[in-house]
């Protein structure tokens, strides 16, 4: 296939099952790699804008024809990311494929390092063993015994901070609420959550892309927590929720987890405010304090850096109990100043700096669109400001589509009022508006389904592009009628050109007939008939030439004066020697002509 | 406008991967259009004609279905003395999710059972309907007459 096109025929035939992937990843309408794929009730995927464009016109699955609409089309996250990600990778993996099938045909492929779950059972027998590992990292399961301690755990966690995987890791005895320790290393996402008396431990390094499906569960965690939640003023001296043993190990740990977190520590020295009440960061969806959120998203997430102060995915903290957070607050605090929480968690982190879409590259982009939209909610629950707010991660909320508009009950000032809040442009007629409106209307609801939208600039300039098309689609089309025009507008004065010369060769055979008549008047005037067959071969001569101009249909007005005015010359000329006839014929006879000459036609207007 | 992505493909695969008895190529000078030959199905009263085709894919293709013309004389009941097709999937069934393969498999599916009850040629029709036999060896003949090269 040629330069950009990609095909499933690609795949080297041995691979069918990757033909199978590709061709299933793609879209049945434009045939690429799916572009914010959505799935219909019937459950075949498109690109967004490929069936927004179908359903137009039809309201029915191009698959399987059954009726649809876009009200009843999802978008399907999961696909999207997979059509994205194979997209990356795909020309990759192919040239390795490729190169690899050269010398040996037998070669697994092994594609670029993904996420890859694992599950695994324990010998624990009361607590669900979960442990998701990134192929990057390595984790040992462990089984930790009551008899080893600290030093175990601390020990742990040097192999981690050997493996540069960053988490902390929570002890949780089952008897007692809780132990804790931890640390933060740059790169780590994931938390170790270890059962102290061996019954379990779990690990969970936890991607982001993974966190979503967590989320879900969320709500229900929330509200068994929200009683015991530490308030701002007492969350380091917590002891409502956790039991004085807490604190005890949780000291004990930060002393032995101190040395290993001391990298961290110089780095994080100067961070602001933290507070227990911990909020997932819309973008990275990294637990955060309320406070710093503005913060964390100017610095990192919007500038594509990770925040390495805070790493832990906030679906994992929120799971787990009250005195854990307040510990995991604790672990993050314990090396920096702490600022009192004060009102500043009812400050908003939705602040106007952030304007949606102007960073492209972030991949989260969407759920950054919607933070506006997410925060008020967040405020709105926090009624008492020291409450820590443990708000779940709403489904990031869609942002706006735009509507559908039927153009024929606007009027041209209300379509141009819409075009303008679109920020498009009002030019040209009531169609071109309605046009304009209905293309963007489409590719900005598609690329709201992405998830990787593209920048709004971005639309601007394919809409752009689109106005240059439809000028020149209108400009072909101008040409195109006006070439028509002309052909007809030739045709026209061929077809009088050719009439008055018919009339011409009419009145030279009448006149003729006469002479003949007024030289033997016994004899019969030529029949009018043979006049009319002379006179045929006149009009073909004139079709054929009529058929050539209007090939020639630049030239073909020119083309046409000219043989008129020569018609028109001819005609004159004829005119003039029939009005002589006539004058010659009216002095000289007594009138026996019985055919009259008709008389002379005016020659055709030019 | 530029020649949309999936037409090359289309073209390309066409070209590399052809539908048995199908034969499909675009002009230079016009990428929209295309040269085809049907082989007549077995079977069908069509067997060995070689059917020439054009089919022209308009400027909103893949959203409106390509018009496709019988260049050979054909004795069908579906298809009149112009060429013209009566099927449904060039028509008001038709899906972007269908391709040019896909209506060509349709076309010479359309030779292998002709539908009199549906048609476009009703002299034909009627033909079909009341002498079947009679119909086919006319078509046969034609077939012979016309589509053999």
Redesign the interface.
Known sequence: MSEGITDPSDWPIEFKSLREIDSHLRCPICKELLRAAVVLQCSHNFCSECIRRHLDKESSCPACRVATSTSQMRRNVALDEIANNFGDCRSLLLNTLMEAVQPKPVVRPVPPPQFVKEESMDIDYDSPQQKRRRTSTRITNRNVSSSQDHTDIAMGQVTLDDDKDDDFVLNHRDSSPLRHKGKNVHRSTGPVLRSRGGRAEQTLSQSSQSSQADERHEPTNLTKQEPSLPTASDHFHNSAPAPAEVQASLNSSTNITSSTITTSVASIASSPVIGPNLVACPICDKGIPEPYTNTHLDKFCLAGRTDPDYTVPYSLISKQPASVIALYTKQGTSTRDVVPDTNSSLTKPGTPGRSVGSNSSTPNSPARQSTMQWQPQMSSNGTAPRQPMFTPKPAAPEPKRIPKLTYSLLNDKQLRKKLQELGLQTNGDKTLMAKRHAEFATIFNANCDSTRPKPLSELMKAMQVWERAYEKDLEVRETQRRILDQQQQAQRQIHAAKEAKRQAKEDAAAAAAREAAMDSPGATPPSSQSSNGRSTFVPNQANSNAVNVAIASASAFAHAAKYADEYAELIAEVRNRLQADKEKALANTTTTITAEPAPPRSAPSQ | ?AL???I???T??LL??PAPGISATSHEDNLRYFDVVIAGPNQSPFQGGIFKLELFLPEEY??SPPKVRFLTKIYHPNIDKLGRICLDILKD?W???L?IRTVLLSVQALLSSPNPDDPLANDVAQHWKENENAAIQTAQEWTRKYATA
């Open positions: 406008m949309p992505k999936r090359i493909k289309e390309e695969r590399a991967d893949p959203m069934k899906s972007p999710a391709q």
